[in-house]
Nanobody
């Protein structure tokens, strides 16, 4: 059974850090590109970062460049999102998603499988 499970969310003060994990099972993980998306209340789901299946090349939205780092451990079927210098505007539910292609595409419709999401709240 194909599954993506996010973890690592929580409440953090501005300037703090969190590391999100996305654990995958039930499909050939190393052949899938993985993306992180987020959705704040009243807003559309937006792409945050992506890591390609083959090359491991990465992509970041402008709003998180220099603060977030995506990485993958194919031996553990897990993708990580290290989030540093968090801001209140980073508050959202964060989702990981998988697509069976080699390209990083930050469009929700391009992803085949989704996790259930993990809440990140940045507040003092």
């Amino acid at each position: 059974q194909l599954q993506l499970v996010e973890s690592g969310g929580g409440l953090v003060q501005p300037g703090g850090s969190l590391r999100l994990s996305c654990a995958a099972s039930g499909f050939p993980f190393d052949r899938y590109t993985i993306g992180w998306f987020r959705q704040a209340p009243g807003k559309e789901r937006e792409g945050v970062s992506c890591i390609r299946a083959s090359s491991g090349n990465t992509y970041y939205a402008d709003s998180v460049k220099g603060r977030f780092t995506i990485s993958r451990d194919n031996a553990k079927n897990t993708v990580y999102l290290q989030m540093n210098n968090l801001k209140p505007e980073d508050t959202a539910i964060y989702y990981c998603a998988a697509r069976g292609g080699a390209m990083c595409v930050m469009k929700t419709a391009s992803y085949d499988y989704w996790g259930q999401g993990t809440q990140v709240t940045v507040s003092s």
